[in-house]
């Protein structure tokens, strides 16, 4: 038996645990007052002799042990409301209430009817005073604070009132008014921050979920650019040298070999890459990604001019992005490539707005085709572009892309000259 209960609690996640453990600990308080009865109450009834005390004594411990038994599933449906994961347990907290309100009657009637002696008045209005803690415990749960302490300062005031009235004691009314406010104001210290404290630990608790499920979104995310990003290019370039060597051999000529040769060490290094991509270990290095757009898109037959500051140090990070960028663009100037003639890149430094810029631009886009250039670049809803937007935004870079003049199709880069690691 205890094995199985030890599995099933091992079973539970952390934060069950420490929910079972908050309400539990709540679940424990309510049994005071009946053992208050028990061993304080019902042996001084016992030393009276009187058979009224004694019954007397006995209906407010079985009323209390009753309480006991009802504070667990009070507890449990005040602390879901509090929670927001239930109804108030309206049905309850009146049997909570009656319960008490019966309690109270027989501890008053012990006091005045029982025979028990002025010396232990003091127990009897004690465990008079725990007895409410249960329902204050609920309510205060349940309700707002204002609420809740306006109706403890009302009950406080009419317990003294009924006690001044029943013994002309004005001491003793105001000693059960201030017993009865504390013992309140103990369930609502108890309660209340429970409560609270239970709310942020499930709070916390889904944060840390939300958190895993967004670090699996973006690892899809960065995943998705990155193949798209390695293979938009190599795939481009495959088809491109493809297509010339079927041209090629055609023509029996034995350059169609080479570039065959060529597309098996580009389909290589894409296997390659897209291990590096699952790693995710791929950087892109801007001087290679120069070297290798210059090369392809002379291969293609566009005249490429390469433009840009000489020595200028560059961070890790910057370059890996600006070699993404060369990268995406030459993949979009090869999608169209059949009028593409020329297509121009320039890196310089705007001393006024403290950026380095890199452009990238190209001819032959015009009537339809420059919508689908703008398509393939991914303006707006294309995937590219907004890969590189993505790698941009931690460098604090800012991308823009789009017809400029007749014919043209310019991708424009921006990054701040400190994050480039650019010092003037």
Same mark, same amino acid.
């Given at each position: 038996?205890?094995?199985?209960?030890?599995? /099933?609690?091992?079973?539970?996640?952390?934060?069950?645990?420490?929910?079972?453990?908050?309400?539990?600990?709540?679940? &424990?308080?309510?049994?005071?007052? %009946? *053992?208050?009865?028990?061993?304080?109450?019902?042996?001084?009834?016992?030393?009276?002799?009187?058979?009224?005390?004694?019954?007397?004594?006995?209906?407010?411990?079985?009323?209390?042990?009753?309480?006991? $038994?009802?504070?667990?599933?009070?507890?449990?449906?005040?602390?879901? @409301?509090?929670?927001?994961?239930?109804?108030?347990?309206?049905?309850?907290?009146?049997?909570?209430?009656?319960?008490?309100?019966?309690?109270?009657?027989?501890?008053? %009637?012990?006091?005045?009817?029982?025979?028990?002696?002025?010396?232990?008045?003091?127990?009897?209005?004690?465990?008079?005073?725990?007895? /409410?803690?249960?329902?204050?415990?609920?309510?205060?749960?349940?309700?707002?604070?204002?609420?809740?302490?306006?109706?403890?300062?009302?009950?406080?005031?009419?317990?003294?009132?009924?006690?001044?009235?029943?013994?002309?004691?004005?001491? $003793?009314?105001?000693?059960?008014?201030?017993?009865?406010?504390?013992?309140?104001?103990?369930? *609502?210290?108890?309660?209340?921050?429970?409560?609270?404290?239970?709310?942020?630990?499930?709070?916390?608790?889904?944060?840390?979920?939300?958190?895993?499920?967004?670090?699996?979104?973006?690892?899809?995310?960065?995943?998705?650019?990155?193949?798209?990003?390695?293979?938009?290019?190599?795939?481009?370039? /495959?088809?491109?040298?493809?297509? +010339?060597?079927?041209?090629?051999?055609?023509?029996?000529?034995?350059?169609?070999?080479?570039?065959?040769?060529?597309?098996? @060490?580009?389909?290589?290094?894409?296997?390659?890459?897209?291990?590096?991509?699952?790693?995710?270990?791929?950087?892109?290095?801007?001087?290679?990604?120069?070297?290798?757009?210059?090369? /392809?898109?002379?291969?293609?037959?566009?005249?490429?001019?390469?433009?840009?500051?000489?020595?200028?140090?560059?961070?890790?990070?910057?370059?890996?992005?600006?070699?993404?960028?060369?990268?995406?663009?030459?993949?979009?100037?090869? @999608?169209?490539?059949?009028?593409?003639?020329? &297509?121009?890149?320039?890196?310089?430094?705007?001393?006024?707005?403290?950026?380095?810029?890199?452009?990238?631009?190209?001819?032959?886009?015009?009537?339809?085709?420059?919508?689908?250039?703008?398509?393939?670049? $991914?303006?707006? %809803?294309?995937?590219?572009?907004?890969?590189?937007?993505?790698?941009?935004?931690?460098?604090?870079?800012? +991308? %823009?892309?789009?017809?400029? @003049?007749?014919?043209?199709?310019?991708?424009?880069?921006?990054?701040?000259?400190?994050?480039?690691?650019?010092?003037?």
């Amino acid at each position: 038996m205890f094995g199985r209960a030890r599995t /099933i609690w091992k079973r539970r996640n952390e934060m069950r645990v420490v929910d079972v453990y908050f309400r539990w600990t709540l679940h &424990c308080i309510p049994w005071m007052p %009946a *053992f208050l009865m028990l061993f304080g109450v019902v042996p001084l009834a016992g030393l009276t002799g009187r058979p009224l005390a004694i019954a007397l004594a006995g209906v407010a411990a079985g009323l209390s042990l009753a309480q006991g $038994g009802l504070a667990a599933p009070l507890l449990n449906r005040a602390l879901d @409301r509090y929670l927001n994961r239930g109804a108030t347990p309206r049905a309850l907290l009146l049997a909570s209430g009656l319960i008490t309100l019966l309690n109270g009657a027989a501890l008053f %009637a012990l006091l005045f009817v029982g025979g028990i002696g002025q010396e232990d008045q003091a127990t009897v209005l004690m465990a008079t005073a725990a007895a /409410i803690t249960p329902v204050y415990k609920a309510q205060c749960l349940v309700v707002s604070k204002r609420q809740f302490l306006g109706a403890l300062a009302g009950t406080a005031a009419g317990t003294g009132v009924l006690l001044f009235v029943l013994t002309g004691s004005w001491l $003793g009314a105001l000693g059960m008014a201030a017993m009865v406010a504390f013992a309140g104001l103990w369930s *609502f210290v108890i309660a209340r921050p429970t409560g609270w404290l239970l709310s942020v630990f499930w709070k916390l608790d889904a944060a840390r979920t939300t958190a895993s499920r967004l670090a699996v979104a973006e690892e899809r995310l960065r995943f998705g650019r990155d193949l798209h990003d390695v293979m938009g290019r190599n795939l481009a370039v /495959i088809a491109l040298k493809s297509e +010339l060597a079927v041209q090629l051999a055609r023509r029996e000529r034995p350059e169609a070999v080479a570039q065959m040769t060529e597309v098996q @060490r580009i389909a290589q290094e894409s296997q390659r890459e897209i291990r590096e991509v699952v790693r995710g270990y791929r950087k892109a290095d801007l001087q290679a990604e120069l070297a290798g757009a210059r090369s /392809i898109l002379r291969a293609a037959g566009v005249d490429c001019r390469f433009e840009g500051e000489e020595g200028v140090p560059l961070s890790a990070e910057v370059e890996s992005a600006l070699g993404w960028v060369v990268r995406e663009g030459t993949t979009n100037v090869l @999608r169209h490539a059949a009028d593409v003639r020329t &297509c121009a890149l320039r890196t310089r430094i705007d001393p006024e707005r403290s950026v380095l810029v890199m452009t990238m631009e190209n001819d032959g886009v015009g009537g339809t085709e420059a919508g689908e250039e703008g398509t393939a670049a $991914g303006t707006a %809803a294309g995937s590219g572009l907004k890969g590189l937007r993505e790698r941009l935004q931690p460098l604090g870079g800012t +991308l %823009a892309s789009g017809p400029v @003049r007749k014919g043209s199709y310019r991708l424009t880069v921006e990054l701040p000259m400190t994050t480039a690691g650019v010092t003037g």
